[in-house]
């Protein structure tokens, strides 16, 4: 049974950083594709940054290029997604998800986290 959890979550001011952590257990990690997405209060669920099985390609939605960075260590079964410049609009509870691909594409998205909330505070 595949888990994704989430990790690293808190409570940050503007312009400040945190590292978020997922780690995934149940099945060979390097092989597959991974994303982040997040949903803040009242919207709908968005991609935020996704990473190829190969570490080598990775893709970030337009509003975190260059303030966000995904990586993997597939020796820790682990990625993350290092938050820089922190926005009050970056506020959401942000989710780990990986498919069936080494090729990321949001509809192979099939195993979940539960969340972990990130709040920037003005």
């Known amino acids: 049974q595949v888990q994704v959890v989430e990790s690293g979550g808190g409570l940050v001011q503007a312009g400040g950083t945190l590292r978020l952590s997922c780690l995934v257990s149940?099945?060979?990690?390097?092989?597959?594709?991974l994303a982040w997405f997040r949903q803040a209060p009242g919207k709908e669920r968005e991609f935020v940054a996704a990473?190829?099985?190969?570490?080598?390609?990775?893709y970030n939605e337009d509003s975190v290029k260059g303030r966000f960075t995904i990586s993997r260590d597939n020796a820790k079964n682990t990625v993350y997604l290092q938050m820089n410049s922190l926005k009050p609009e970056d506020t959401a509870v942000y989710y780990c998800?990986?498919?069936?691909?080494?090729?990321?594409?949001?509809?192979?998205?099939?195993?979940w986290g539960k969340g972990t909330l990130v709040t920037v505070s003005s």
């Open positions: 998800a990986t498919g069936s691909s080494r090729y990321y594409y949001k509809e192979d998205m099939r195993y």
């Open positions: 149940g099945r060979a990690f390097s092989s597959y594709a």
């Open positions: 990473i190829g099985g190969s570490g080598s390609s990775t």
